[in-house]
Structure formats: structure tokens, C-alpha cells
């Protein structure tokens, strides 16, 4: 059935705000992409550059909606920082300049008069990847994506949980290691400091460091900042790519069979660039987190599952989330925050 106002079918702009990129689209209510677009966010010019940068692109997919007979019905935001329910950024780290404070959502509705939602960046992804991804069908799962850092959300009886003011998730801060690596948090020992791909690249730079010019690193130095070469070497039977590969894994597993202990969890939706490894990567996650977890929580195993969405994920996320909150989905298909 098609889902229109006065003749028009009804869409909401979605937006995804990493410290990199934007990416943005035009979304419907069966979660289709039907136009997008991805720029730079060019964070370090500063915090009205960027809103500044959002109220061109909202400009921007409101001539696109008018030209192709689109109803905007509202705007769903995910963003990279800390997100209140309320929808203002309670902090942002240094690669969004002066984000922290930032009521988005309440000078995006002021700017365009219509309904706006705004939530963490891996909450949208999570919601993405429960709509139309890795995660559609299931009722509870949690969600990690492995990138720059590392973030989270949590999908419980099909809704998103926020905790007290919305910054469930922030996985990659809980503590592996006391006095351990710093953090651009400014706690020491943050599980994103061994298990994110910076924290690998980190890891092949010391062992590059360590091995020098013997032959068993010989071809390491020319893929220092290239993890997907160090998992080729790895798995090629290089000892010192190995070395660096296995105890990487063994970082992954340890914060995921924290959150197994803590949240009883059985199924896990992973994102980031390494997850591009493909089967064989979760295997080995999995077998390390047998390992180490206590039986009384494998129980009949766990399924790791990667993420399926891709750049699209946390856009669809951002729409699933808008309209949720204009009640224009049909329950079956739709996440609320609790």
C-alpha cells in the first residue's frame, strides 16, 4: 500500500555525522534509499560550519523532495558523540570540534519547522541493521562496530535501550586494562584501545618497530598502516603478522565475552572495516570467546553476525528512528527507545 499525504508519497531525510564523512539520504517508511549523498564533514572548521553544513544539505533534499513529488515528513539525525534523549550532544570527542553542548536537535526543528529526531551514530546503526539488516527478525542482540573506536547499542524485545540519558553503548570505554594504553577520553585501559582498528594499526606499528629488518618482518614496514594486509600475512603463515593477528582477536573477544557476562547476551551484530575479513574472522572471534567465557553463559553458543547494511546502515537507522517517532511505520517494522 502505498504511504502518501494529499497525493505525495510520504519520505523523511536521514543523515549520518562520523568525523570523516556525512552521509545522507532520502528515506522511506519501507526503509528504501531513494537518493543519497556523502561529503565531507570538514569537522575541524568548527561547530557552526557544520550545522551550517546540515541546513544546506536538509535545503538541498527538500528541492529534491519537491521535484520528485516526495513528502518530507521529518528528519532523523545519527551523530558520533554522546547523545541526550533530548537530542543535544552531552559530549563529543576531538574529532567533532566543539560539538559537545549542542542542542542539534532542537536548532535543526528551529531552522526547518519540522519533526527531528537525533541519536548516537551506532544506535542508528544498530536500528539499521534491526530494520532491513543483519539483525531483522531478531528480538535481542547487541551491536559493535570496530572502527576509528569502537561503539555500541543494545537491542532488547525489539527496542533500542538508551539507559538513563541515552549513552547505553559506550562499550569501548569500559576498562580491559588498568593503567593500560590512554584514551582520547582521557581514562587509560579503554577497550578501544586494543580492539579498535586504530589499536591495531597501533599493534603493527610496535611490531614493525620490535622486529626491525629480520625476515620474518621483511615485508611488514610496506603495509604498516594496512591492516588487511597484515591479516594476508597472517594468515599466509608470517609468525610476526600472526603474533599481532591472534592477540588482536583475542583483544575482540575478551570485551565481547565481558558484555556475554554482563548482559546474558547471545547474539552479536558486528560492523567496521575488519569485519570485511569475512567468515573465518568471526570463527576465530568465536572459538577465543569460548575460551574465556564461563559456561554458564555459552549455554547452547553464540552467533556473531556481520553487519549487513554497509554505508547505509546508520542512515536507515536515523529514518527508522524518525518515524517511530511520528508513529508512521506499522509496529512490527518499527524500534522505540526505552
Same mark, same amino acid.
Not at 576509528?148 to 576498562?175: K, P, R, S, V
Not at 553464540?302 to 549487513?308: D, F, N, P
Given at each position: 500500500?502505498?504511504?502518501? /499525504?494529499?497525493?505525495?508519497?510520504?519520505?523523511?531525510?536521514?543523515? +549520518?555525522? *562520523?568525523?570523516?564523512?556525512?552521509?545522507?539520504?532520502?528515506?522511506?517508511?519501507?526503509?528504501?534509499?531513494?537518493?543519497?549523498?556523502?561529503?565531507?564533514? !570538514? %569537522? @575541524?572548521?568548527?561547530?557552526?560550519?557544520?550545522?551550517?553544513?546540515?541546513?544546506?544539505?536538509?535545503?538541498?533534499?527538500?528541492?529534491?523532495?519537491?521535484?520528485? +513529488?516526495?513528502?518530507?515528513?521529518?528528519?532523523?539525525?545519527?551523530? %558520533?558523540?554522546?547523545?541526550?534523549?533530548? &537530542?543535544?550532544?552531552?559530549?563529543?570527542?576531538?574529532?567533532?570540534?566543539?560539538?559537545?553542548?549542542?542542542?542539534?536537535?532542537? =536548532?535543526?526543528?528551529?531552522?526547518?519547522?519540522?519533526?527531528?529526531?537525533?541519536?548516537?551514530?551506532?544506535?542508528?546503526?544498530?536500528?539499521?541493521?534491526?530494520?532491513? &539488516?543483519?539483525?531483522?527478525? @531478531?528480538?535481542?542482540?547487541?551491536?559493535?562496530?570496530?572502527?576509528? *573506536?569502537?561503539?555500541?547499542?543494545?537491542?532488547?524485545?525489539?527496542? =533500542?535501550?538508551?539507559?538513563?540519558?541515552?549513552?547505553?553503548?559506550?562499550?569501548?570505554?569500559?576498562?580491559?586494562? @588498568?593503567?593500560?594504553?590512554?584514551?582520547?577520553?582521557?581514562?587509560? &585501559?579503554?577497550?578501544?584501545?586494543?580492539?579498535?582498528?586504530?589499536?591495531?594499526?597501533? @599493534?603493527?606499528?610496535?611490531?614493525?618497530?620490535? !622486529?626491525?629488518?629480520?625476515?620474518?618482518?621483511?615485508?611488514?614496514?610496506?603495509?604498516?598502516?594496512?591492516?588487511? $594486509?597484515?591479516?594476508?600475512?597472517?594468515?599466509?603463515?608470517?609468525? $610476526? $603478522?600472526?603474533?599481532?593477528?591472534?592477540?588482536?582477536?583475542?583483544?575482540?573477544?575478551?570485551?565481547?565475552?565481558?558484555?556475554?557476562?554482563?548482559?546474558?547476551?547471545?547474539?552479536? /551484530?558486528?560492523?567496521?572495516?575488519?569485519?570485511?575479513?569475512?567468515?573465518?574472522?568471526? !570463527?576465530?572471534?568465536?572459538? !577465543?570467546?569460548?575460551?574465556?567465557?564461563?559456561?554458564?553463559?555459552?549455554?547452547?553458543?553464540?552467533?556473531?553476525?556481520?553487519?549487513?547494511?554497509?554505508?547505509? $546502515? &546508520?542512515? /536507515?537507522?536515523?529514518?527508522?528512528?524518525?518515524?517511530?517517532?511520528?508513529?508512521?511505520?506499522?509496529?512490527?517494522?518499527?524500534?522505540? /527507545?526505552?
Amino acid at each position: 500500500m502505498t504511504d502518501a /499525504v494529499n497525493g505525495h508519497e510520504s519520505v523523511v531525510i536521514a543523515i +549520518d555525522i *562520523g568525523g570523516t564523512n556525512i552521509k545522507s539520504g532520502i528515506v522511506d517508511r519501507q526503509g528504501n534509499v531513494l537518493h543519497s549523498r556523502t561529503i565531507p564533514t !570538514e %569537522a @575541524m572548521l568548527g561547530r557552526d560550519e557544520l550545522l551550517n553544513k546540515l541546513k544546506q544539505l536538509i535545503h538541498y533534499y527538500q528541492n529534491e523532495a519537491e521535484l520528485n +513529488d516526495w513528502a518530507v515528513n521529518g528528519i532523523g539525525v545519527g551523530s %558520533a558523540g554522546y547523545i541526550h534523549h533530548d &537530542g543535544h550532544v552531552a559530549y563529543a570527542t576531538d574529532n567533532l570540534p566543539g560539538w559537545s553542548g549542542t542542542p542539534v536537535q532542537a =536548532l535543526l526543528h528551529e531552522a526547518t519547522g519540522l519533526p527531528v529526531r537525533v541519536i548516537n551514530d551506532v544506535h542508528a546503526i544498530a536500528l539499521g541493521e534491526s530494520w532491513k &539488516g543483519a539483525g531483522r527478525g @531478531m528480538d535481542q542482540f547487541v551491536c559493535v562496530a570496530l572502527g576509528t *573506536g569502537i561503539g555500541g547499542a543494545i537491542i532488547e524485545e525489539g527496542a =533500542l535501550y538508551g539507559g538513563a540519558d541515552g549513552h547505553a553503548g559506550g562499550f569501548g570505554h569500559f576498562i580491559v586494562q @588498568m593503567d593500560g594504553e590512554p584514551c582520547t577520553c582521557g581514562l587509560r &585501559g579503554c577497550w578501544e584501545q586494543y580492539a579498535s582498528v586504530n589499536a591495531l594499526k597501533r @599493534m603493527m606499528r610496535e611490531k614493525t618497530s620490535v !622486529e626491525g629488518s629480520s625476515s620474518a618482518a621483511a615485508i611488514l614496514p610496506q603495509c604498516e598502516d594496512k591492516p588487511e $594486509a597484515w591479516f594476508a600475512a597472517a594468515r599466509s603463515g608470517i609468525p $610476526a $603478522a600472526n603474533e599481532v593477528i591472534t592477540q588482536y582477536i583475542r583483544n575482540i573477544a575478551v570485551g565481547l565475552v565481558t558484555l556475554q557476562h554482563v548482559l546474558n547476551c547471545r547474539r552479536f /551484530v558486528l560492523g567496521g572495516a575488519v569485519l570485511g575479513q569475512g567468515a573465518w574472522l568471526l !570463527e576465530a572471534i568465536k572459538e !577465543e570467546m569460548r575460551k574465556m567465557c564461563m559456561p554458564a553463559y555459552w549455554g547452547e553458543g553464540v552467533e556473531l553476525h556481520a553487519a549487513k547494511m554497509g554505508e547505509h $546502515a &546508520g542512515v /536507515v537507522g536515523a529514518a527508522n528512528c524518525i518515524w517511530t517517532e511520528l508513529h508512521s511505520v506499522q509496529p512490527s517494522d518499527h524500534f522505540s /527507545v526505552i
